[in-house]
């Protein structure tokens, strides 16, 4: 659900100086940046961990914040997506090509593989094989929904930048599926 | 948590539109999210942790202190006054508070006692009583003079952070002074200082001067014309915003300010320039070191490419309403323009990449592949087809046209393989594409699967296989200017570290040269000299990185974004796009290098023998002074560091002379203390020795600024009308009024001042004064920095500060 953007500017300004009108943002937002964290991390714990490093950073910025013409989500997944990459500075990511390849069965096309939900989510560790930003581009496009320019305000990049990220990222799923299928039809 | 997505999100719809198998990949990918997992009393312990916190943060009061009245006390003498150190100012080592008893109020620093503080490094202080915060800040002062902002994570700790990078190699104290109060109303018994050390900086890591030209498209690339002079293909108006000089940046501060002092009306040599008046349009600009901009095109361009033949020179893509482009030639100043693409009656296309090959034809690139244009008639050959889904953009061309790297996503018919290549970074063996029965590679996985995979297309040899080079991707491929060498970011993969390889373009299946010492940071863009000896690192939020291909040496480094970079000719300058603006950066030598030069040898034995008289190795201090001087004698004991400030050379009679500056750190409750020695240095045979050391004796280091280092840079390197920057950098942040011609001065060795080329400027970031005189340094030039330097707490240098500069 998406706050009326008046009222979100409004709460904003009061979160600078009234704590009770920053828990009101976070009510609202935990569930996005927990979910975004997540699925970047794919672990409970991680994601934890990154849920409470935006929102204490965001409380301790919260006097400087200046509105940038994007939702105030924007800038909680601008320092959740900086808290994730130091996130995987400090520890590999878990997911690789190899998660995907457990998932690819030789038998079927790369969609009928996909198909099946249980199999689906799993095929969501292909992402995890990208290159960083085009990872984050697709997990912000494909599992937030959020707009280009949006997911182009929270990386620093142009709209057309975060387009050709998501369009590669989308190639490199699909190659990578590829590739796996390949492989195992060659065993 | 999650909402249910009934709607298939048409920003992807249309993004994904000629492909229906991503479309519908990308649905099931969106439909088949994978749910977290989430402890349901987390959600409601952080909020309880966030809101408590939040009560203690969010209080509404002044954010930031700087330098309160209190400060204005004589404080350097008070703090360093080894006296009153005794009597009044609590000295705390490790973080752990010497004097105070349980009872009383207290505070600690963990980094009090560090030696090696980062520059970046924040100054946490820890209260054991909540704090009135405002008596806290107001209570607050570092030495040397340094602005900063306080913030608070609760009421009992504090966050200093200074404004600007604390300066390198440097004692610090920070002092609370004891009106400092608790919510209760209690205060510390005494003054509390705490110290540390900042460390060195990195060996050849000089900051970038940058310039700022003026106003340029984000997206618009930067460029060096035929003439050597920097330019942008997009720009809107070319006046320097004010005060933006914030640095030398050689021939191009003497344009800006050229610019700035123009009158209305002036035209530019080519006669297209809009005089004084911002341009209504973006438009294609070159900036001559003198003089006004020169318009090479009154419409911005996407790309462009010059020649060094006859005629025609100047090739643009010059983007069109409908979203084609049109290839202009012209001459070399922007004149007698020709469109030669695309022919009457043909579709046009967008050209993203455009190169001159030879003198009559250029190579350009469309999503629909790489072309050839002849310039006389006009005829167009295909050189390579890419995929028609494809948006070419990730297409890199070589500067002379006769090679691209294209990704692997943009070849047509790519198939997919079984193996994967070996790795360079891990194993040093390229692989080649296989072929095929047509020259189509085979797509291919690196090791940790992390990277794209793109290839090396040979466009003079339509038949030849394209070569992998693996792990590569289109943001991150560059040529070298001679088009000799290509070089590409190995992404990480699991187990292996991100590495730059580089290879001949002549032999692009040879084994990879892994480039050293690439950077820690994801690299975004990367870029190549003239003849690829050096590298230039765009590294996203951590700025940019200039650095020597050899040895992997860091020429400069900058806190700027670059979007688009180019080396100038001689590879001495930067040209870049970032924040909005084109900005030029000299890639300065190491401090005091270019006198250095002259004196070759000389620079090596001076960092040798600082280095001896700091280990009190007495055996080198002898071996590298002449006969009869008695450097152990004069050398201080129980020195804590030693650099050199500056040098100057005297080829003619083959001396050095160089001021170096000896320091014993505080220790316990001992202030530190200093000395400024002078060193003479000749050569003796091949080698260099010390023939003449004048050190002082040690003493407290009086309050005020101090200058850290001198650096002279000669530029342009080889040009017609060279002019000397001098750089002088200070341990304080200093008051910009204080900075004038009048007190820092350049005096040659009779005492007579050289006029500077306007008054000197000032960096607060790197606390650096810029001085800029026509011509070089003569022989026995000296930097007087006066008593009227000015630091933010009103601190002045104790003495007038000299130092050689000339040769």
Same mark, same amino acid.
């Given at each position: 659900?998406t706050?009326p953007?008046?009222y979100?500017?409004?709460?904003v ?16 937002? &935990?569930?996005q940046?927990?979910? &975004?964290?997540?699925?970047r991390?794919r672990?409970?714990?991680?994601a934890?961990? /990154?849920?409470?490093?935006v &929102?204490?950073?965001a ?11 994007h ?15 130091d ?10 090509l190899?998660?995907?390849?457990e998932v ?5 096309? /790369?969609?009928?593989t ?8 799993? /095929? ?7 290159p ?12 937030e929904d ?5 997911i ?9 930048? /975060?387009?050709l990220?998501?369009h590669r990222?989308?190639?490199?799923v ?6 796996v ?7 | ?8 999100d ?8 000629? +492909?229906?198998?991503?479309?519908e ?23 309880a942790?966030?809101?408590?916190e ?6 509404p ?21 080894a006296a009153l150190?005794?009597? !009044? ?23 009090a006692g560090?030696?090696?503080v @980062?520059?970046?490094q ?14 806290v ?12 902002t306080?913030?608070w994570t609760?009421s ?6 200074p404004?600007?990078?604390?300066a390198?190699?440097? +004692?610090y104290q920070? %002092? ?6 608790s ?9 509390? %200082?705490f110290s540390?050390?900042?460390?060195p900086?990195?060996?050849g ?35 320097p915003?004010a005060?933006a000089?914030?640095?030398?940046a ?7 300010k ?12 080519s006669?297209?320039a809009?005089g ?9 600009l070159?900036?001559?070191?003198v ?11 996407t ?18 309403a409908?979203g ?9 100043d ?15 296309a967008?050209?993203t ?6 003198d009559n ?8 592949g ?7 008639s ?24 006769? +090679?691209?790297y ?11 393989s079984p193996?994967?290549?070996?790795s ?5 063996t ?6 095929? !029965? ?10 940790g ?8 297309v040979d ?8 070569t992998?080079?693996?792990g ?5 491929v560059?040529f ?7 070089a ?5 993969g699991? *187990? ?6 580089e290879v001949?373009t ?10 050293? +010492?690439?950077?820690?940071q994801a ?9 690829g ?9 951590d ?10 040496t860091?020429?400069?480094t900058?806190?700027d ?7 100038s ?8 796009v ?13 401090? *005091?290098t270019p ?6 040898g000389?620079e ?8 001896a008289?700091v ?6 201090? %002898? ?17 804590s ?5 500056s040098?100057?050379c005297?080829?003619?009679t ?9 320091i ?8 530190g203390e ?6 003479t240095?000749?050569q ?16 407290a280091?009086?309050a005020?600024?101090?200058v850290?280092q001198?650096?002279?840079i000669?530029s342009?390197a080889?040009?017609a @009308? ?16 204080s ?10 060795a009779?005492?007579?001042l050289l006029?500077?080329?306007g ?7 790197t606390?650096?004064?810029t ?6 340094l003569?022989?026995g030039a ?14 002045h240098?104790?003495a ?8």
């Open positions: 659900m706050l953007r008046a979100e500017d409004q709460l300004e009061r979160a600078k100086t009234d704590a009770d009108a920053f828990g009101e943002l976070y009510d609202h937002y &935990f569930g940046i927990y979910r &975004f964290a997540y699925s991390l672990d409970q714990d991680s934890e961990e /990154v849920t409470q490093e &929102f204490m950073k409380l301790r910025a919260m006097p400087r914040y200046r509105p940038s013409g939702p105030f989500s924007s800038w909680l997944y601008q320092i959740g997506s900086n808290a994730i990459a996130h995987f500075r400090q520890q590999r990511p878990q997911s690789s190899d998660a995907a390849v690819a069965d030789p038998a079927r096309s /790369v969609a009928d996909v198909v099946e939900s249980s199999e689906a989510r799993r /095929v969501w560790a292909a992402i995890d094989s990208l960083e930003q085009q990872r984050t581009a697709m997990t912000l496009k494909l599992g959020l707009k280009l320019a949006q182009g305000e929270i990386m620093g990049k142009s709209e057309g930048a /975060v387009k990220l998501v990222g989308m190639i490199g699909r190659q990578r599926l590829g590739v299928v390949a492989a195992e039809e060659a065993l | 948590m999650s909402e249910r997505r009934d709607r298939f048409p920003e992807l719809a249309e993004l994904l539109s000629d +492909d229906p198998e991503l479309i990949l990308a649905q099931l990918l969106r439909d088949s999210r994978p749910e977290p997992v989430l402890d349901p009393r987390f959600e409601a312990v952080l909020r942790r966030v809101v408590r939040a009560r203690t943060v969010l209080a009061r002044p954010e930031r202190v700087r330098r309160p009245l209190m400060g204005r006390l004589a404080w350097g003498s008070l703090a360093l006054s150190a005794t009597a !009044a100012v609590a000295i705390f080592v490790g973080g752990r508070l010497l004097a105070p008893t349980p009872a009383s109020l207290a505070v600690s620093a963990p980094i560090h030696g090696q @980062n520059p970046d924040a100054i946490t202080l820890s209260f054991n009583q909540p704090m009135n915060e405002q008596s800040e107001a209570a607050l002062k570092i030495v040397p003079a340094t602005a900063f306080v913030t609760n009992e700790t504090a966050v200093v952070t404004e600007h990078p604390l390198a190699d440097t +004692d920070v %002092t609370v002074v004891s009106s400092a109060e919510q209760s109303g209690q205060t510390l018994a005494t003054n509390t %200082t540390f050390a900042t460390k900086t990195p060996a890591a000089p900051i970038l001067q940058s310039a700022n030209l003026g106003e340029a498209d984000s997206y618009a690339e930067a460029f060096w014309d035929a003439s050597g002079n920097p330019g942008v293909t997009s720009s809107t108006a070319w006046q915003a005060g000089l914030t640095g030398p050689a021939t191009a501060g003497s344009g800006t050229s610019r700035a002092k123009s009158s209305p009306g002036d035209a530019s040599p006669g297209t809009p004084l008046s911002p341009a209504l349009l973006p438009e294609v070159s900036f001559p070191a003089g006004t901009p020169v318009t090479l095109s009154r419409s911005a361009a790309a462009v490419a010059f020649s060094t033949g006859p005629g025609h020179n100047l090739a643009l893509a010059i983007p069109q409908n084609t482009s049109v290839i202009t030639v012209a001459a070399a922007g004149s007698a323009p020709t469109a030669i693409w695309p022919s009457a009656g043909t579709p046009g967008p050209v990449a455009l190169a001159w090959s030879g034809a250029i190579v350009f690139v469309t999503p629909a790489i072309e050839s244009v002849d310039v006389t006009f005829q167009v050959t295909t050189l390579f087809a890419l995929t028609a889904t494809g948006s070419a953009n990730g297409v890199v061309l070589a500067p002379d046209g006769a +090679d691209a294209v990704p692997a996503a943009d070849i047509p018919g790519l198939t997919a193996t994967s290549p070996a360079p970074a891990a194993t040093g390229a692989s080649t594409a296989t072929a095929t !029965a047509t020259p189509t590679p085979t797509a291919t996985a690196t090791p699967g992390a990277s794209e995979n793109g290839y090396l466009l003079m040899d339509t038949a030849a296989t394209p992998l080079l693996p590569s991707a289109g943001d991150v560059a070298s200017g001679d088009s000799s060498l290509v590409w970011v190995s992404a990480a699991d *187990g292996v570290p991100q590495s730059v390889l001949p002549s032999a692009p299946s040879a084994t990879p040269v892994s480039i050293p +010492d690439p950077p820690s690299v975004a863009g990367l870029f190549l000299s003239i003849d000896g050096e590298i230039a690192y765009s590294l996203g939020q700025g940019l990185e200039v650095a020597a291909t050899g040895d992997g860091i020429l400069g900058s806190s974004i670059p979007g688009s970079l180019a080396f000719p001689d590879s001495t300058r930067i040209a870049y970032a924040g909005g603006s084109l900005w030029v950066a000299t890639i300065a030598a190491p401090a *005091g006198a250095v030069a002259e004196c070759p000389a090596q034995v001076l960092t040798q023998f600082v280095s008289q280990a009190g190795d007495d055996a080198a201090l %002898t071996a590298l002074s002449a006969p009869g001087v008695d450097s152990t004698v004069d050398t201080p004991i129980g020195l560091r030693g650099y050199a400030v040098a100057g005297d080829p003619d083959a001396t050095l002379t160089a001021s170096a500056r000896l014993v750190d505080p220790s316990g409750g001992a202030a200093v000395t400024d020695e002078t060193i240095l000749a003796v045979g091949t080698s260099w020795q010390v023939t003449q050391l004048s050190t002082p004796p040690l003493h280091e009086g005020g600024p101090k850290l001198v650096a002279v000669l342009p080889g040009g @009308n060279p002019e000397t920057t001098v750089l002088v950098t200070f341990d304080s942040d200093l008051l910009p009024g900075i004038t011609s009048a007190s820092l001065m350049l005096e040659d009779s005492g007579q006029q500077q080329i008054p000197p400027t000032y960096d607060a970031n606390r650096t004064v001085l800029t005189i026509a011509g070089t003569p022989d000296v930097i007087v920095v006066g008593m009227s330097v000015s630091d933010i707490d009103g601190g240098p104790p007038p500060f000299t130092a050689p500069v000339g040769g």
